[in-house]
C-alpha cells in the first residue's frame, strides 16, 4: 500500500507524476548503509551492556552513564536503524499511520536521552578533571541520578505530539519517521521549536561549555609535569580524551540534522530533495555504532572485558595458554 495512504504530508515524498523520491536501486542502497550501521550497532552496544552485568569492576560512575548510553543507542538501533533497514527494502513506509508515530516516538526517546547523557558524561569529566568545586565526588547516585533526568526529559518532550502538540511524520525519502519538521500549522511549529530549543539546544550548550573548560585544562595540564601523580593524571587524561572524541562525534553527527530541520523550520519555501534531507538523518542514527567503539577501544576496563567477549574468549585462551606455557617453561629450567 502506498504511503499516500496514511499521511497528510506524503505529498513531499512523491514526484509530480506520483513516483518515488528515488529508483528502487537507490533504496536498495539505503537499505543496505542502514544494515551496515545497525549490525555492528545492535551487537556493540549488546556487548557494553552484557559486559557491565556480568562484571562488578564496570559498575562505577562513569560507566553506569555509558551503559546507559549504550541503552539508548541500542533502542535507536533496534527501532529505529532496523525498521529502516526493512522500509527502505520495501521501498516506503509499509508500518501504516500508527507505526509511524510509534516509531517517531520510540527512536526520539532514545535518541534524546543518548543525546542527554552525553552532556551528562560531559559534565561528570568536567567535574572530575577541573574540579570546580574542589575535591568533589562524582558518585554512584550522582550518575543514576542524571540518567533518571535524561530519560525524564526525553519523555516529557516526546509525549506531546501524542497529545496533540506536534505530531510524528515521515521525513527524508519518506522510510523513517520523526517530529514533523516541515507543517507550517501553529501548534507544531511552536512544539519544533521548543523541542529544538531544550532537546538539542540547551545539551548542546552544556556540552559546549564542559567541553571547552576540559580542553582548557588539558591544555594547561600539558604544561605541567605532573598532575596529582603521573599514574592517576595519565589515566584521568585519557578518559577525558575519550569524552572529547565523543562530544565531536555528536556534534558531527546531530548537527546536520538539527540545522536542516531549523532551516525547514524558518525557510519552509526552501527546496530540498528528499534525498538531501535523508543524510542527516542517517548520519544522526550512525551515532549509534560510533560511541561503543569509542568507549570500548579508550577505556581500558571495557576493553579488558568486551574485546574477549566478541572474540567469543579466544582472547583469554590465549592468554592462559602463554601463561602455562611460561609456567611449564619456567619449571623445566628451575633446579630439581
Not at 135 to 158: C, R
Not at 194 to 200: E, G, I, K, Q, R
Not at 233 to 239: D, F, G, I, L, Q
Amino acid at each position: 500500500m502506498k504511503p499516500s495512504a496514511f499521511y497528510l504530508n506524503a505529498s513531499l515524498y512523491l514526484g509530480p507524476q506520483g513516483e518515488p523520491p528515488l529508483p528502487r536501486s537507490g533504496f536498495i542502497a539505503l537499505s543496505v548503509i542502514m544494515a551496515l550501521l545497525t549490525g555492528p550497532a545492535i551487537v556493540l552496544n549488546a556487548t557494553v551492556i552484557i559486559v557491565s552485568l556480568m562484571h562488578k569492576q564496570l559498575r562505577q560512575p562513569l560507566n553506569y552513564a555509558l551503559v546507559n548510553m549504550a541503552v539508548a543507542d541500542l533502542g535507536t538501533a533496534m527501532t529505529g536503524g532496523l525498521l529502516s533497514v526493512v522500509n527502505n527494502a520495501q521501498g516506503y513506509f509499509s508500518l501504516g499511520r500508527t507505526g509511524c508515530v510509534l516509531e517517531g516516538f520510540a527512536v526520539s526517546l532514545c535518541g534524546i536521552a543518548s543525546l542527554c547523557t552525553v552532556a551528562l558524561i560531559a559534565v561528570e569529566r568536567m567535574f572530575v578533571i577541573c574540579k570546580p568545586l574542589g575535591q568533589m565526588q562524582f558518585q554512584k547516585q550522582h550518575a543514576l541520578g542524571g540518567i533518571a533526568l535524561a530519560w525524564l526529559w526525553s519523555l516529557t518532550w516526546n509525549l506531546p505530539p501524542l497529545f496533540g502538540w506536534g505530531r510524528y511524520e515521515l521525513e527524508g525519502v519518506g522510510t523513517s519517521c520523526a517530529p514533523d519538521w516541515h507543517s507550517r500549522e501553529p501548534q507544531n511549529v511552536s512544539y519544533v521549536l521548543a523541542y529544538f530549543t531544550v532537546c538539542f539546544a540547551a545539551p548542546f550548550v552544556i556540552i559546549l561549555v564542559s567541553y571547552s573548560k576540559l580542553m582548557w585544562t588539558l591544555h594547561k595540564v600539558t604544561k605541567m609535569a605532573c598532575m596529582e601523580g603521573g599514574a592517576v593524571a595519565k589515566s584521568e587524561m585519557t578518559v577525558a580524551y575519550m569524552v572529547i572524541l565523543m562530544v565531536v562525534t555528536f556534534l558531527i553527527s546531530w548537527l546536520p540534522y538539527a540545522g536542516l530541520s531549523m532551516l525547514v523550520v524558518f525557510s519552509p519555501d526552501v527546496k530540498i530533495h528528499p534525498l538531501v534531507g535523508t543524510v542527516p538523518v542517517y548520519l544522526a542514527k550512525s551515532s549509534t555504532v560510533y560511541n561503543p567503539i569509542i568507549y570500548i577501544y579508550l577505556n581500558k576496563q571495557f576493553r579488558k572485558y568486551a574485546v574477549p567477549f566478541l572474540l567469543c574468549g579466544r582472547e583469554l585462551e590465549m592468554e592462559d595458554e602463554l601463561s602455562m606455557t611460561t609456567v611449564e617453561t619456567s619449571n623445566r629450567v628451575s633446579p630439581a
